[in-house]
């Protein structure tokens, strides 16, 4: 029976309240996924904070678990546009948006690698970034939603300065006065002083320099080999890493911080949280999915909010 998403009818009756100041919007993403579940239990979960008015945006379709729909994308698609109305319009402070499926969105003309670019478009935001977070790493990605193969062409040293930047402020918005900044190399073991390519020397390198000279309230270091500045990190010899392309900063993330990973867009106007997993097709419906990732996520909102 197709009625996974009709648990949700009542969710703004469960959690809403007009005596609350602040209101996060919450989208259930491609509700053939495991958002609406995992959104549920995290408002269920009573690990909120108080003073918030969650709200659920988009409408709640009769999707059949793990069964990926057109019905099912627009609903994700038409949740999004609609969460993007609603911060401009000062109806929520905040969003926190279920995961999607890329390839539905994108038969249904969806332009965007994913939802961080489409945010930062649709919000005029050219100054932004993709940032991981989680117990125990945060990372920020100079390249995102890219071919690897692509990844060297694309590598400029004022992005890393900029994404530096952004990085930076995020670890301050979080009360670390003086974060210390990893920043990876690109290569295998940062390039081995270009042995195995000169990236790391002639674009990275003068990038830490200058993020250095700018005085920006962190101290950032590097390029450091790949392969093992994340277990420094981990242990907290470092507040953030800055990595060069998608899966050098999510494959050490997920690893660690799967339950409690969650990608903050850095830079956009308001705050926009999402967990760090995706629709999870295989498993919706079978209560198996762990709603820790939507939990940290609200909850990282709700901070970044107060914090304004």
């Known amino acids: 029976m197709c009625n996974h998403s009709l648990i949700l009818v009542d969710f703004i009756d469960l959690c809403g309240n007009d005596q609350f100041v602040k209101h996060v919007g919450i989208t259930l993403g491609d509700q053939a996924g495991i958002g609406p579940e995992v959104v549920r239990a995290a408002l269920e979960s009573g690990n909120l904070p108080a003073g918030f008015d969650f709200k659920i945006i988009g409408e709640t379709i009769d ?19 609609e969460s993007v109305q609603q911060l401009k319009s000062g109806e929520i402070d905040a969003v926190v948006t279920a995961p999607v499926g890329k390839e539905g969105l994108h038969e249904l ?24 977070t ?4 945060t990372v920020a990605l100079v390249t995102i939603h890219v071919g690897v193969a692509e990844v060297p062409n694309l590598l400029d040293s004022d992005e890393i300065v900029r994404i530096g930047k952004l990085l930076a402020q995020f670890c301050h918005q979080r009360g670390i006065t003086q974060p210390r900044i990893a920043v990876c190399g690109l290569n295998p073991h940062a390039g081995e002083n ?15 320099d200058l993020l250095s000279q ?12 790949p392969d093992t500045i994340f277990r420094p990190a981990a242990d907290g ?15 050490p993330l997920k690893l660690l911080d799967f339950d409690t990973g969650v990608n903050v867009t850095l ?36 901070k970044m909010v107060s914090e304004r």
Request: proline share 7%.
């Open 214 to 225: 700018l005085g920006s309230g962190a101290d950032y270091s590097g390029p450091h080999p």
């Open 194 to 208: 270009g042995v195995f390519g000169r990236e790391d020397i002639e674009i990275i390198a003068p990038a830490v």
């Open 109 to 132: 003309g969806f332009l965007f690698p994913g939802q961080t670019e489409f945010f930062a478009e649709r919000l005029g935001c050219t100054n932004h970034a993709m940032c991981l």
């Open 267 to 302: 830079g956009l106007p308001y705050p926009r949280t999402s967990p760090d997993h995706g629709t999870a097709y295989d498993i919706a419906g079978t209560g198996k999915a762990d709603a820790s990732s939507m939990t940290h996520a609200i909850q990282l909102a709700c």
């Open 237 to 251: 010899e470092y507040d953030a890493v800055l990595c060069m392309y998608h899966d050098q900063g999510l494959i």
């Open 134 to 137: 989680g117990k125990n790493l």
């Open 63 to 81: 999707a059949c678990p793990g069964k990926p729909s057109r019905a099912s994308a627009q609903a994700a698609l038409d949740a999004l546009e």
